[in-house]
Nanobody
Framework: VQLQASGGGLVQAGGSLRLSCAASGRTFSNYGMGWFRQAPGKEREFVAS????????YYEDSVKGRFTISRDNAKNTVYLQMNNLKPEDTAVYYC?????????????????WGQGTLVTVSS
């Protein structure tokens, strides 16, 4: 699976962005999807995941109520709607494809990764 993330940019605190991750190469609906992020000087961390068929979602605590992950299997795309953004959300965001195990929090469980898209939130 090839993954192409897009939608990042510069936004003021309190603003919104929607990230997209387009998949190609294999049957998208066979894969759970996840979003991770990595801030400068920090390790990559889990943000959200969605299962392949039932669409069950999981979120990191700090984004619950602000971020929404969704998928459109007809368009082979997963989205991350980010509202009420905070400066601490600044990071490179990566999408990943693989089995969503135990909430999809383990980056090592994912088989394929996109190239990342930068989100910068100014205060």
């Amino acid at each position: 699976v090839q993954l192409q993330a897009s939608g990042g940019g510069l936004v003021q605190a309190g603003g919104s962005l929607r990230l997209s991750c387009a998949a190609s190469g294999r049957t998208f609906s066979n894969y759970g999807m996840g979003w991770f992020r990595q801030a400068p000087g920090k390790e990559r961390e889990f943000v959200a995941s969605i299962t392949r068929s039932t669409g069950v979602t999981y979120y990191e605590d700090s984004v619950k109520g602000r971020f929404t992950i969704s998928r459109d299997n007809a368009k082979n795309t997963v989205y991350l709607q980010m509202n009420n953004l905070k400066p601490e959300d600044t990071a490179v965001y990566y999408c990943a494809a693989g089995p969503v195990i135990s909430g999809g929090r383990r980056s090592g469980a994912y088989e394929y990764w996109g190239q990342g898209t930068l989100v910068t939130v100014s205060s």
